[in-house]
């Protein structure tokens, strides 16, 4: 594959935007330009560095449709931070992406930790339950995993979760709980294995799913070290995705190849805009002023737009 080595390498083919840009419409259209408006292949570049197709006439840039789509920040400094991602070791969600096979272990944790005077192993509180599916290798070891936050832990919630993230016919190995009733229906392998009877032979329930739980464990430690903790919920599947891209990625012998899957995912990946990322807390209800009381009438807010980031914000 066309990727960049080492760091050395990657400074000197990215040097520039027209660079960043050349290999991104490589990436794009390795076997030539396709119109993405008619879907028609042909076409040439002409002055203002868009594609224009020779079927329909509609011009495309090349980063149009892509995460780069409409950038600010020059493209060059876009692909540092896809190099820094990809090989940082301590340190994202492809739709349509293969699911997993063989033999699944899927069982659910919470990210954050247990609260204490929760009566149930499977009841809410304030932490988010998340669906965890881990392929288990033979004679040892692991492969791929799924995260996802799930709503609660019925078989309305997490059927959908082995569907969408485990392939038919493969074998998935989950506990006796309730919610995972009904999957050799759903044309998998059911096998359970029963925390209560594990106890009753005086055997540890945690060694029923080794991989789920290996990987329940490693998620908190990765949020924390990392991210020192500070995951807003309303991103947390975000992070969780990107949790799974490195573990599923652990093996790795070049951290160049990371980089170049990163590019391809990030090319065809829909654009993401910032009003998109950010979470915009409900208003708070003002309380209604007490009877008889008189005074001017409450000012009415307007919502304030964002100001553009600048770099004197770093102070």
């Not at 789509?69 to 492809?94: E, I, N, Q, S, Y």
């Not at 944790?109 to 288990?136: C, D, F, H, M, N």
């Not at 500070?230 to 070049?254: A, G």
């Not at 990163?262 to 009003?275: F, S, T």
Request: charged fraction near 25%; charge should be positive; glycine fraction near 12%.
């Amino acid at each position: 594959m066309y990727y960049p080595r080492s760091t050395g390498e990657f400074q000197s083919w990215f040097a520039t935007d027209a660079d960043c840009l050349d290999y991104l419409d490589w990436l794009r259209w390795p076997e030539g330009f396709v119109c993405p408006e008619c879907g028609h292949p042909g076409g040439w570049l002409v002055a203002d560095g868009r594609y224009k197709c020779a079927a329909c006439g509609k011009r495309t840039p090349v980063t149009a449709g892509t995460l780069f789509d409409r950038r600010r920040t020059p493209l060059a400094v876009w692909f540092a931070a896809c190099w820094m991602f990809a090989t940082a070791k301590d340190g994202v969600l492809r739709p349509g992406r293969d699911r997993l096979a063989g033999r699944v272990e899927v069982d659910e944790t919470y990210i954050g930790g247990e609260e204490p005077g929760l009566r149930g192993g499977r009841a809410r509180g304030k932490k988010a339950l998340v669906g965890v599916a881990v392929e288990v290798r033979e004679p040892r070891g692991y492969g791929r995993c799924r995260m996802e936050i799930v709503r609660d832990g019925s078989a309305a919630s997490l059927h959908p979760f082995v569907t969408r993230h485990v392939e038919p016919g493969a074998t998935v190995i989950t506990d006796a709980w309730m919610g995972y009733h009904g999957l050799a229906g759903l044309g998998y392998a059911h096998r359970r294995r029963s925390q209560r009877a594990a106890r009753a032979r005086g055997e540890d329930p945690g060694a029923l799913l080794p991989g789920v739980h290996r990987v329940a464990s490693l998620a908190p430690r990765w949020l924390l070290g990392t991210h020192q903790g500070r995951v807003d919920d309303t991103h947390l599947q975000s992070y969780l995705n990107e949790f799974c891209f490195r573990f599923n990625r652990r093996r790795s012998r070049s951290r160049g190849l990371v980089f170049y899957r990163l590019l391809e995912l990030a090319a065809g990946h829909d654009p993401v805009r910032y009003r998109d990322l950010v979470a915009r807390p409900k208003p708070k209800a003002k309380p209604p002023a007490p009877p008889g009381q008189r005074g001017h009438p409450p000012s009415i807010e307007r919502p304030r737009a964002a100001r553009p980031w600048r770099v004197a914000d770093l102070g």
